[in-house]
Structure formats: C-alpha cells, structure tokens
C-alpha cells in the first residue's frame, strides 16, 4: 500500500512564510510527478506546482516569485516553500504524486493540510 503524509499547514500572517512537506511510503517502486494542489472554499482543486523526477518545475501564475517547489527523491518527498503568503493562498493544500507500486500505480493524494493566512 501507498501512503501520502503531509505536514507544515498553519496559520501565518500576509507576508509570512511557511514550507509544506509530503513524503510517499510504502512498495514504491519509482515516482514520477508530484505536486502541490489546492482548493478554496467554494472553489475547485487548482495545481500550484509540480516538479518532475528530473526536477522540472511548473507554477501557476498566481504563485511564480513567492513558491518554490522542490523534492528529496532519496526520500520520496516533495517540499513547498511559500513566502510573501497572501490571503488568497488560504485553502487546503493537497499533495499528488504519479507512483509505480507494487501494489496499485496510479495518482495518489494525501490528505490535505490546512493554510490559512490573515490579513
């Protein structure tokens, strides 16, 4: 079985800073993909970023100079640094990885860390 643990949500002032981390266990044979995702209330998940095994990064606009996304494939995690963090960053921040398992390959999510940033 695969498992996507995520860590690092809170609750920070506009302009403050917090690192998000997501680490994958489990019968993992190779991971591709994995990226940050989010999703408002009353809005749809919507990607922030994601970086490839090769460490290709991807942004959306809304975040390109104040995110930067990076990963340890040592240890099957991906990080999220935010910094200048807006009030619209507020939102449940949900990791995706592309896994090759022995048990099932496929897109797994974990379970969503909470970001709230106050104005």
């Known amino acids: 079985q695969v498992q996507l643990e995520e860590s690092g949500g809170g609750l920070v002032q506009a302009g403050g800073s917090l690192r998000l981390s997501c680490a994958a266990s489990?019968?993992?044979?190779?991971?591709?993909?994995m990226g940050w995702y989010r999703q408002a209330p009353g809005n749809e998940r919507e990607l922030v970023a994601d970086?490839?095994?090769?460490?290709?990064?991807n942004y959306a606009d809304s975040v390109k100079g104040r995110v930067t996304i990076s990963r340890d494939n040592a240890k099957n995690t991906v990080y999220l640094q935010m910094n200048s963090l807006k009030p619209e960053d507020t939102g449940v921040y949900y990791c995706?990885?592309?896994?090759?398992?022995?048990?099932?390959?496929?897109?797994?999510w974990g379970q969503g860390t909470q970001v709230t940033v106050s104005s």
């Open positions: 489990g019968s993992i044979f190779r991971i591709n993909t």
């Open positions: 970086i490839t095994s090769g460490g290709s990064t």
């Open positions: 995706n990885a592309d896994i090759i398992s022995s048990w099932a390959s496929g897109h797994y």
